[in-house]
């Protein structure tokens, strides 16, 4: 959902990339990257829930970080709890309805960077054929060279939260809170540079 998020790390990261780095176009790695969200439920517990299924990526120039741009798309039917009783209730035309929407969306509009290896990315998060926005809190994790595929890769952690009504998802409220917690890690890869 929110999945997206990426162009903090990368602006995050500029002063650890080499000194004549290009744009680069890096990319969401779905087996070290989790999407989650939390609701509380009748005040008793937090549930949490995640997506599988999503691509996302971003652009990165050090020179002109500013101009970087981050998109990601989820797909709703990805929606896992593990009960297939409750995410067909989640997935239901007054919930998500993922039947009409079966992807949502979220587009970095700018970055205000609040330390060293820390930014608020702003961003507007497309829902139930609404679009509204959505700030979310990143620090940058590592990035370098991966040891494994020989990728530059960066990694990071993100933490938000949003009302669910704004998007006219009102079923269950106050039972289920209308306010739904965020967190998202992601490792996101680019292709190798190659030394002339």
Known sequence: MFRSLV???????????????????????????????????????????????????????????????VAVTIDVNSLNMDDATWEEHLKAPDMFNAAQYSTMGYKSTRVEM??????????????????????????????????????????FSATGKLKRSD?????GIPMVSDEIQLRIEVEASAAPTLNN
């Not at 070290?32 to 517990?45: E, R």
Request: proline letters at 5%.
């Open 114 to 155: 609040t330390g060293e290896k820390t930014a608020r990315l702003i961003g507007d998060l497309t829902l139930l054929g609404q679009t509204k926005p959505v700030t979310l809190d990143v620090t940058l994790n590592k990035c370098g060279e991966h040891p494994m595929n020989n990728k530059p890769t960066c990694g």
């Open 7 to 69: 162009l903090a790390s990368a602006l995050l990261f500029a002063s650890y990339a080499p000194a004549h780095a290009e744009a680069m176009k890096y990319t969401f790695d779905p087996l070290h990257t989790q999407i989650h969200f939390t609701a509380n439920h009748l005040g008793f517990s937090n549930s949490t829930g995640k997506f599988l299924k999503f691509d996302g990526s971003f652009m990165f120039d050090e020179a002109r970080p500013a101009d970087g741009f």
């Open 167 to 171: 998007w006219g998802m009102t079923k």
